[in-house]
């Protein structure tokens, strides 16, 4: 099966883009129509972009969506999340995950990295939806031996289980944090991502208490530990990294670490703000940009992720020139689909057709003097039409099915779980 979209802008002009199978195979005007299956997109009107990759997020979150905002992170998490979550079923992780990959569909997200309990219901979902994902077992020993040796056990367990899904879903190892995972056990996530060439997921420099607390513990900075403990490496994705100096992103930079940002939720849980972005790139660390879950930054929105991660950036340092258009929405695209391994994240042909179409006659894509510089700053995610995954039409002109019965379960879900205020 192909799919020929006609006349979309690319370039700065507007081309035809061939897809066959899940690539781009050809890119230039008036391209013949293939004999064949073929679905025929018109693009007059509409801007190609690379999908948006999210590059962390708690996809089953979307259940306590508007639950206990406006609280500080542990007590939110002690008081509120965690004893919420240890009634959750499987098959609530499944619609709350399906929901958050109807809900970035349309907002142009075309993989997201993942971190919660209930992994396969993750991965599952993503599957259905036809999304692309990299999802975490999430590892939580909190010192405890027995509970530690149930994660290791685990983690070969899902690695093997896996392979039943389509290879649009990658496995990965998720340690939650240092102060709820054993240094024993990073030490355990480093040499298995190794043998087996799967990424890390971790929390890490999220707030001044977790560096206070690692000060008091290990004697040493966050960043300094997991050095200490021999765990940095190329298949290490940090999400946060906000609490760090630039000694730290010397050694991130040694190691091929990469870092997500995540901006709503750092400035929502008044987390920390000053997120060394362009000491990171200087150094060539990889940055992507995530939403984190929606109970901390309440939607999925990439659009408005990376939004606020430019303008965070300009106003710490007094400098409007500082993280441009142009950077933050590479970082969201090529840069993460790098550190994700999607083989997307431009429109190129030969790689993976994973891209958006946006409606550019919208009121805020009007006037057109700059499509990165409106995708950044003035575009939401409803602009979005039409969604392309490994080569597969997910959304086309809004539309996503069964998005009535995704939204009614997991309300239906939500109801039942979340006490009535």
């Known amino acids: 099966m192909s799919i020929l979209i006609q006349g979309a802008l690319l370039n700065g002009i507007e081309q035809d883009i061939l897809i066959e199978g899940n690539r781009i195979q050809k890119i230039g005007p008036n391209i013949a129509v293939p004999s064949g299956d073929c679905t025929l997109i018109p693009g007059h009107g509409t801007a190609a972009i690379p999908g948006l990759h999210n590059g ?19 007590k939110w998490l002690e008081d509120y999340i965690w004893p919420l979550e240890a009634k959750m079923t499987e098959e609530d992780c499944y619609w709350g995950a399906k929901l958050a990959c109807l809900e970035m569909i349309k907002s142009g997200t075309t993989d997201f990295m993942d971190m919660y309990m209930n992994p396969h219901s993750t991965a599952q979902a993503a599957a259905d939806m036809g999304m692309r994902a990299v999802v975490s077992y999430t590892l939580f020993d909190q010192g405890d031996e027995n509970r530690a040796r ?12 896996f392979e039943r899904y389509p290879d649009i879903i990658q496995f990965s190892l998720g340690p939650h944090a240092i102060y ?7 030490q355990f996530c ?7 060439n799967v990424l890390i997921h971790l929390h890490m420099s999220e707030t001044k208490g977790e560096w206070d607390a690692c000060m008091k513990e290990h004697g040493t900075t966050p960043i300094r530990y997991l050095n200490n403990l021999g765990v940095l490496s190329p298949n290490l994705v940090i999400a946060h990294g906000v609490w760090m100096d630039e000694e730290e992103l010397d050694l991130l930079a040694a190691h091929n670490v990469s870092v997500v940002h995540n901006p709503a939720s750092n400035m929502k849980l008044a987390s920390g703000y000053k997120f060394l972005y362009e000491e990171m790139l200087r150094r060539n660390i990889r940055v992507a940009v995530g939403t984190d879950g929606t ?20 106003v710490w340092r007094f400098d409007p020139t500082a993280v441009n258009a142009p950077t933050i929405f590479r970082s969201a695209t090529e840069t993460a689909a790098d550190i994700l391994r999607s083989g997307a994240g431009a429109i190129r042909e030969g790689l993976k057709a994973d891209l958006c179409l946006v409606d550019t006659p919208s009121p805020e894509m009007t006037p057109l003097h700059n499509l990165t510089s409106n995708l950044v700053y003035s575009a939401h995610g409803n602009c979005v039409l039409t969604t392309i995954i490994n080569g597969s039409i997910v959304m086309r002109d809004r539309m996503v099915p069964g998005e009535e019965e995704i939204k009614a379960k997991v309300n239906e879900i939500a109801h039942r779980l979340v006490p009535k205020q």
């Open 56 to 74: 962390h997020a708690h996809s089953a979150m979307t259940i306590f969506r508007g639950y206990g905002d406006d609280l500080p992170l542990m």
């Open 150 to 161: 149930l994660d290791r056990e685990n983690s070969f367990r899902y690695l093997k289980e």
């Open 180 to 186: 709820t995972v054993s240094g024993k056990q990073l």
């Open 190 to 196: 480093h040499e298995f991502a190794a043998e087996h």
């Open 295 to 314: 109970s901390s930054s309440n939607n999925l929105d990439m659009f408005e992720a990376m939004k606020l991660a430019s303008l965070l950036g300009k």
